[in-house]
């Protein structure tokens, strides 16, 4: 990292404050593509192969802007990649607000998502190594903050009436707050000496680079269903229930609500299994809610079911990744692989709703949440112990 950490171990205030208002705005931004859909598609004439490539490109640029932030990490501080990520989240809203044109429409949403993978990796290890034995307690809290963004975002377009553009102004004005909250924090950088250092991989695993391998698919797996749960349910419920995009998005956002509650529990759940039992029995569920959702009466509760599901296999399986991969590079790969899930399946997922009908969106996802599944048993096998903690 630039710059000379000063002799004071202890964060500024501002920092959490900070940290709060950027997951939020992580939340707000994560979800709002997905009820905007019907709209861009409607306004440009796109099928929902053409409209998936926004999806594909905002995630693209989320695996870009991860990347980048491993590149930076020696280069800028903690502080200055945030002001980095946030100006381009900023700059990718107003740009889908304002583009005339389809291929500018695809030039903001990879900004944005370029912004998004850069304050999401920085943030997140930056609050990691400043709160000592408070960091586990505050990465919670974060993340509720994330949920409630998720929540409200939908919720936006719902109220304004189907127009995605109103939301995209909030979080663009939401990224100005959060950039004003860093140039007045104290250039402040966590203590070399907090830094864990880079430990090689733990003797549990049978074949280091095949775990790893491994832990990256299952995230992207994962992030594919989450993601694609937030793009498409707003187009499935539209086709399948006839509601329109402002009604259909309310709807979505207790997908949301769901998910946020679903991580809160998740939190005295990982206590007492361990993460495979906890990450298994979660997708196992997950994977039938998703097959409820083809039911189109169904849909609405499936879906909010699906949420609370998926909650917990994120964060519990980034705790699984530290104790078995223990070490700097590994959640850099792992987060950028993650991001890949929505590249390589979003196109999948508007082929198929093109060619069988809008109930393929809910049988694609529960098809790629077996195959998370799959994942996990192959990584357990690989891992000595890891259903028995």
């Known amino acids: 990292m630039t710059g000379v950490a000063p002799a004071d171990l202890h964060p500024p205030r501002g920092l959490a404050a900070v940290a709060l208002g950027g997951f939020l705005l992580q939340g707000l931004i994560y ?7 019907p709209t861009l598609s409607a306004h440009f004439g796109l099928r929902a192969t053409g409209a998936s490539a926004l999806l594909s490109i905002n995630s693209a640029g989320a695996v870009l802007g991860v990347l980048l932030a491993g590149w930076l990490a020696r280069r800028l501080t903690f502080r200055q990649q945030c002001l980095l990520g946030a100006a381009l989240i900023a700059s990718g809203c107003l740009g889908l607000i304002a ?3 389809f291929v500018l429409t695809l030039l903001a949403s990879g900004l944005l998502g370029l912004g998004f993978g850069l304050l999401d990796l920085a943030l997140n290890v930056w ?13 919670n809290l974060l993340s509720a903050s994330f949920g409630v963004g998720a929540v409200l975002a939908p919720l936006a377009v719902g109220l304004s009436g189907g127009n995605f553009r109103v939301p995209l102004f909030g979080c663009a004005a939401l990224a100005a707050l959060v950039i004003v909250g860093l140039l007045f924090m104290p250039p402040w ?20 680079r095949l775990v790893l391998g491994l832990f990256i698919l299952l995230f992207l797996a994962y992030v594919t269903v989450e993601g694609g749960v937030g793009s498409w349910e707003v187009s499935h419920l539209r086709d399948t229930l006839g509601l329109g995009t402002a009604a259909a998005s309310r709807v979505s956002a207790w997908f949301w609500v769901s998910f946020t509650l679903g991580r ?22 997950a994977a039938l809610s998703l097959a409820l959702a083809t039911l189109p009466a169904a849909a609405p509760f499936a879906y909010t079911l699906a949420g609370l599901f ?20 590994a959640p850099t790969l792992v987060f950028a692989g993650a991001f890949l899930g929505p590249v390589l399946f979003s196109p999948l997922i508007g082929a198929m709703r093109d060619t069988f009908g809008p109930v393929a969106i809910p049988l694609t996802l529960m098809a790629v949440a077996l195959l998370d599944l799959a994942l996990l048993l192959g990584l357990s096998r690989q891992v000595r112990g890891s259903f028995s903690g």
């Open 189 to 208: 950088q966590p203590q070399p000496g907090v830094v864990a250092p880079v430990a090689p991989f733990s003797s549990a695993a049978r074949s280091p």
């Open 264 to 285: 809160l529990l998740s939190a005295g759940l990982a206590l007492r299994l361990p993460p495979a039992h906890l990450i298994g029995g979660t997708l196992t569920l």
């Open 99 to 101: 583009a005339p044109s």
């Open 310 to 329: 998926l909650a917990p296999v994120f964060t519990t399986g980034l705790v699984w990744l530290t104790r078995v991969v223990p070490g700097g590079a």
């Open 127 to 139: 609050v990691s190594l400043s709160y000592g034995g408070r960091s586990a307690a505050m990465l």
């Open 31 to 37: 979800p709002v593509l997905g009820p905007a859909l």
